[in-house]
């Protein structure tokens, strides 16, 4: 597997909390993706990260590449209920996105 | 208006029975992926195909046919369905692996249970 995890990973937060969700990959990778998976939808892109990219910022969102531990990180500044959401990583190999487990964030009012 | 449509959205099919998925794409885009997603899984790679008349095979192919008559249509066929097929199955969109990435586009998903 590209990733070390294999089941989905579970975090739940109170509403104003900052998140951090960590995803490690195995093989090279020029960029690391992260998308969101609202409950009965497909999967949607919220940023997208680079090889020469060690941080990117998007609103409330922040994501890390760090190519030497081969490991990303996105950060949620003050979660919102509307952040309730499953989050995954993926990586480019062979043109083909890999993807992670994912995490099930839930946000308590 | 959404830019990848799946039908049907739900299906009960019968063991050893047909069943064909569908996949329209507005976005006009060359490449077209199949997922299927299991409770508490992330997604796994089904087929692909890069342009009309192309189709490859992904992951975990065993089970599964896949048709790209147009550039706009995707299709996952089980020709003899087996309950380990029940999953939610995800078509995607994205455009040709120029430069460093892009971007997939998903459609809503077809929940498929076979009994």
């Known amino acids: 597997s590209q990733w070390g995890e294999e089941n989905l990973q579970a975090l739940s937060i109170q509403e104003g909390e900052d998140v951090t969700m960590n995803c490690s990959y195995k093989t090279y990778t020029t960029v690391v993706h992260w998308y969101r998976q609202d409950s009965g939808r497909g999967p949607a892109l919220i940023i997208l990260?680079?090889?020469n990219e060690r941080e990117k910022r998007s609103g409330r969102l922040r994501a890390t590449l760090d190519t030497s531990s081969q490991s990303s990180s996105l950060s949620i500044t003050a979660a919102q209920c509307e952040d309730t959401a499953v989050y995954f990583c993926?990586?480019?190999?062979?043109?083909?996105?890999?993807w992670g487990s994912g995490t099930k964030l839930i946000i308590k009012p | 208006e959404a830019a990848v449509t799946q039908s049907p959205r739900n299906k009960v099919a019968v063991t050893g029975g047909k069943v064909t998925l569908s996949c329209n794409q507005t976005?006009?885009?060359?490449?077209m992926y199949w997922y299927r997603q299991d409770t508490g899984h992330g997604l796994r790679l089904i087929h692909y195909s890069y342009g009309a008349g192309s189709t490859e095979k992904g992951d975990i192919p065993d089970g599964y046919k896949a048709s790209r008559p147009s550039q706009e249509n995707f299709s996952l066929i089980l020709e003899l369905a087996t309950p380990s097929q029940t999953s939610v199955y995800f078509c995607?969109?994205?455009?040709?692996?120029?430069?460093?990435?892009?971007?997939?586009?998903f459609g809503p998903g077809t929940r498929l249970t076979v009994l």
């Open positions: 995607a969109s994205g455009g040709d692996w120029g430069g460093n990435s892009y971007e997939q586009y």
């Open positions: 976005n006009n885009h060359n490449n």
């Open positions: 990260i680079r090889s």
């Open positions: 993926a990586t480019d190999s062979n043109y083909q996105l890999i």
